[in-house]
């Protein structure tokens, strides 16, 4: 199958798939517990990482306070999360990779935009473009603005995303979801962990003719 245009295009979730910041998410959680009164389970929250922060707090707070709350968490975030994360395994690797056969990065996460650039920065990856606040069917529509022509993620909602955007779904299983869970949403390549991307991108850009002929 060739690129959608003349410059291939590889697209990649955050949390879980590039970096781990699961230490300062926790601790970022735990902070507005403390403020707030309210016992967030910050080990549950970590477990499932994947969705908006909205949508996680909405299990929390009651809806009118959720705006509020998750403007607070952004905050600490900035103080807990952002100098204990980490890149995943293999990530600085993935995306080299993808550098390799001149393509662009393409990041789309449900982090929020500027928390996705920081995040990068302190974790030393580059992206082209950084899409956030979107989750599911909302990163599809990134990708086809984009024109994406590969996402990597390990939540089922990136599958999702994959497949409404037109690209190559390809899962890994470094987070919440189970390799089944992923083929289940529609996952059409998974791997154990990111090292394997690259071997696994080189075959697959070899495949390719070059960009797909106008409709």
């Not at 929390?60 to 952002?82: G, I, N, Q, S, T």
Request: charged share 20%; net charge negative.
């Amino acid at each position: 199958m060739p690129w959608r245009g003349s410059t291939p295009v590889v697209g990649f979730d955050l949390d879980l798939t590039l970096l781990d910041a699961r230490a300062g998410i926790r601790a970022s959680l735990v902070a507005l517990s403390g403020e707030t009164g309210v016992a967030v389970d910050a080990d549950l929250v970590v477990s499932r990482l994947g969705p908006l922060l909205e949508t996680e707090l909405a299990n929390w707070f009651p809806a009118a306070e959720v705006p509020a709350r998750a403007a607070r968490y952004r905050e600490l975030y900035e103080v807990h999360a952002l100098p204990a994360s980490l890149p995943m395994p293999g990530a600085a690797e993935a995306v080299a990779a993808v550098r390799r056969i001149a393509g662009r990065v393409v990041v789309v996460t449900a982090k929020s935009t500027a928390l996705a650039r920081a995040s990068l920065d302190h974790i030393g990856i580059a992206a082209d473009v950084v899409e956030g606040a979107r989750f599911a069917a909302g990163k599809g529509a990134a990708m086809l603005a984009h024109q994406v022509d590969v996402y990597v993620g390990d939540h089922t909602g990136d599958m999702v995303g994959a497949r409404e955007g037109g690209a190559l779904a390809v899962g890994v299983t470094t987070g919440p979801c189970s390799a089944a869970d992923l083929r289940a949403a529609g996952a059409q390549v998974v791997l154990d962990r990111l090292a394997q991307f690259p071997p696994w991108l080189a075959t697959e850009a070899a495949g390719r003719t070059g960009p797909r002929p106008a409709a």
